[in-house]
């Protein structure tokens, strides 16, 4: 029903009404008016038309469509299990499905709070999935396996990033305590002891003798270092390899320090490793790693980290990892230098004349620099030769000119280029465009100085070529009755040309005496299609200079 209908129903009513209270006849309602608030009217309109009242309050996507606010975790360890109680409130901003990630498979679900709570197992997590707008909290039982590492137990949670993110461990055994590394403990009683976790999603939890909690013994540690840098972006980016080895302390720990402004990519290497990054001053940098479990005392890592380096000219200094309590010793670098800069050792003396085989991999087939401990380099600025970012395969002129002077110039080139182009042309002076295509569509190039022309064109398909075709008009003295010259060019580009043939039409009347220019004449028949008199001219490899040729003609003598 539309707006109109619907008032007249109405109105019917109303009239009805009336006649029913008053038995009177209807009254003369040929000039009335009807005056209705405007939301009232929208209303009605909107209730006319469903469609337009779903456009009306279409809402705007939001930028995410869900998010995990908060998960608690409370642990009540056993003697080779975990059970755990998993609390988690969800945001959802959109009534389209989503999913969001609660908790690791690794863990063994019990049950699931609310029951129709819908909770589902993809990528390795258990996930909540929903199309309501708003907030829904979810709780999971689970339990999960408690391991014996090094005398001590363990067990590993798999939580995915939360606002607020919290784990309580109850039931601890009389003498223990719980160790997570990177973890903030913000209460300990006998009830159980909480701590805020970090961002990453696996926690790993050991639960140790209260007694560890004093200084452990340090190790002395020495480490060997080879360490491949690559020069980019304004940074030296650094793998490097790390061999350490001690004989005594608990052989669990080891403390790196790092240039001040480095920053910390990754750590990896054998078994578990915690890390950490702190700065106990603006100019210390320190890296903190920790293996849990039992003691070894030979350990290899790899270390990725990156440091600012202005690329200037002069000394440059390449820094390795060093030990803060031990020695480090033997360090050796392979070095890439970026794009038009040349790095040289200060001590080439001191410099290994073969690469160890971490380094030989790493480096590939790339041209590295080997470098000294000291790390010292010198940096030099080389200019770069650019090579040509594109080129004319192949061009085609014709030029005719009649008795008057009048020039009629038809070019086309085609051009191969592996990137957009601004290519340009100098017409000859005096020259006027009249028809420009490019790949067979219409386009009017840019005006530039004087007679300069600038045509921008996008990169083409893989191995296609763009193709210009252009026409203009000129003008030249008229031919002489008996002899004389003509100077007649084509338009000149910086691009090299590799080949071009042009076709220089004169009257019949008139036969060529002698030619001079940058081009070469083609022998072929001299009469053209269209009655007019044909020189073929020729030129390869023709760059940044205009193709020109000076004709000196005559009338032939007439036979007696």
Known sequence: M??????????ALGIQFSRAQTNDAPPELRDARVTI????????WLAAHPALAKAETKKPEPPVKSALLSARYEIALGETEAEGLAEFEVQSFTDGWTMIPLLGADAQLDAVEPPDAQVIVKDDYYALVTNRVGKVSVKLRFATEIA???GDAAFKLTTPGALVKVLTVTKLPTGKIVRIAGATQISSEKTGTSFRLPFRDEIAAEIVAAKTLAPPLPSKWKIET????????????????IAASTDGGTASNIELKLPAGARVGKVSGAGAINWAVIHPDDQTLRLQIRWPGAAVFQREFEVEYETPQPVVAGDWKLRAPEVVEGESTGTIFALIAEEGVELTPTNPLAVASRLPRWLAEHAGNKNATVVAEDGAVRGKILPLVRAAQAVVERAAGKTLVVTDGAVLGELSYSIRHEAPLAWQLQMPKGSELIACTVNGRQMNPIKRDGEKIEFPLPTPAAGATTEIKLSYTARKPAFKPVSGQLQVELPLTDLLIRKLDWELHIPFAYELAALQGNVETVTGPDRADDGSRLIRLHKALCKSEAPNAEIFYQKPESKK
């Open 2 to 11: 539309n707006i109109s209908a619907l008032c007249l129903a109405l109105l």
């Open 37 to 44: 608030p405007y939301q009232e009217l929208k209303a009605l």
């Open 148 to 150: 014996s590492v090094g």
């Open 226 to 241: 080879q360490a491949f840098v690559q020069s980019a972006d304004r940074k030296l980016h650094y793998v490097a390899l």
